[in-house]
């Protein structure tokens, strides 16, 4: 007679995840550093509270329990509550977990079937109006030369932050007033400043820079080649290191530095990738067509931009009516 096949081995939650799930499916080397980092930092969170119980033991009804705690309870270090998009990111990262679970045999129904996504309120996104752009771009003239590159390049491009400091001089076409986007910059605690691939396949892309821009990047690199006399700078970055062409900065000090400036200049308090956003939406309401911005930004999807950007005020609404009215003389 045949042996009956071996029962599949009963993990608890902790091991499952720190033995199986992590190794096979986080740190495989397919995930950028900050996906890891991401992944590693929820997952603190996570296995104290399910450690020691049986992947098969485990409810839905114990996940939900679980995701009320972390809305009604669980507090960050600075004493406030988690983001509602942080809370998904829980959801999600749990769905990953007992998905592969339930693929490989481990347990036998997935409890995560049971269990309702958490809410996420659709906000807003931060955006200067085109009177604080003004401002903004004002104010960047009392900044040191290197750092008013930086938010000028963010603002009239789009890029996101850790592809702005990815850049190098051999990505910057100054005979077409063209830039183009290969690679991206992320800091983490356990790497520290790593270059990679940009975020998607589309987010490789190549876009126009507006001449004030191309100015200052063109002043930029000749006050880099005067530093550095006797250096190829191709493949140096464009906004490096001092003293170290070839290192790229730290994207969250960036963002340190831009908090200080737009406090003291009076401005809203916008992030590097708020400047994204308004960069989006001063494009549109300059009349920018949806599928010329989205290319801009990089987006797989043209409703990505859609959503995210596309804000309409009744002065706009009425230029539309106003147009279709003459068009059929009403």
């Known amino acids: 007679a045949g042996e009956l096949p071996a029962p599949a081995p009963v993990y608890t939650f902790d091991a499952f995840v720190n033995e199986v799930w992590v190794p096979l499916c986080v740190r495989d080397g397919s995930?950028?550093?900050?996906?890891?980092?991401?992944?590693?930092?929820?997952?603190?969170?996570?296995?104290?509270?399910?450690?020691?119980?049986?992947?098969?033991?485990?409810s839905g009804v114990r996940i939900s329990q679980y995701l009320r705690w972390l809305r009604n309870e669980y507090r960050k270090p600075n004493g406030k509550p988690l983001a509602e998009k942080s809370i998904k990111h829980h959801y999600n990262i749990l769905g990953l977990i007992f998905a592969y679970a339930e693929k490989q045999d481990i347990i036998d129904k997935n409890p995560m079937k049971k269990v309702d996504p958490p809410k996420v309120t659709k906000k807003d996104v931060d955006a200067l109006t085109k009177d604080e752009a003004v401002r903004f771009f004002n104010a960047l003239l009392a900044c040191d030369f290197e750092f008013r590159c930086?938010?000028?390049?963010?603002?009239?491009t789009g890029l996101r932050r850790g592809e702005c400091l990815g850049l190098q001089w051999a990505d910057i076409d100054f005979q077409n007033g063209t830039l183009t986007v290969n690679r991206s910059t992320t800091y983490t605690p356990e790497c520290g400043i790593t270059v990679a691939a940009p975020k998607t396949a589309h987010s490789v892309r190549?876009?126009?820079?507006?001449?004030?821009?191309?100015?200052?990047?063109k002043q930029l690199q000749k006050q880099q080649e005067?530093?550095?006399p006797a250096t190829l700078l191709s493949g140096a970055f464009v906004f490096s290191r001092p003293d170290a062409p070839f290192e790229p900065r730290d994207p969250s000090a960036i963002t340190r530095r831009m908090k200080r400036f737009v406090r003291s200049a009076g401005l809203p308090d916008?992030?590097?990738h708020d400047l994204r956003h308004s960069c989006a939406s001063l494009l549109?309401?300059?009349g920018a067509d949806i599928k010329s911005v989205q290319e801009i930004l990089g987006h797989a999807d043209a409703s990505t931009t859609l959503n995210f950007y596309v804000k309409t005020d009744l002065k706009q609404m009425r230029s539309a009516t106003e147009k279709y009215a003459k068009?059929?003389?009403l």
């Open 270 to 272: 916008v992030s590097p």
């Open 150 to 156: 930086v938010l000028q390049v963010l603002l009239t």
């Open 226 to 228: 005067q530093e550095h």
């Open 327 to 329: 068009a059929f003389g």
């Open 284 to 286: 549109l309401s300059s």
């Open 206 to 217: 190549t876009i126009p820079v507006v001449p004030s821009t191309l100015s200052l990047l």
């Open 31 to 58: 995930h950028r550093p900050a996906t890891v980092a991401m992944y590693t930092n929820i997952l603190k969170i996570i296995l104290p509270q399910f450690q020691g119980i049986p992947m098969n033991e485990i």
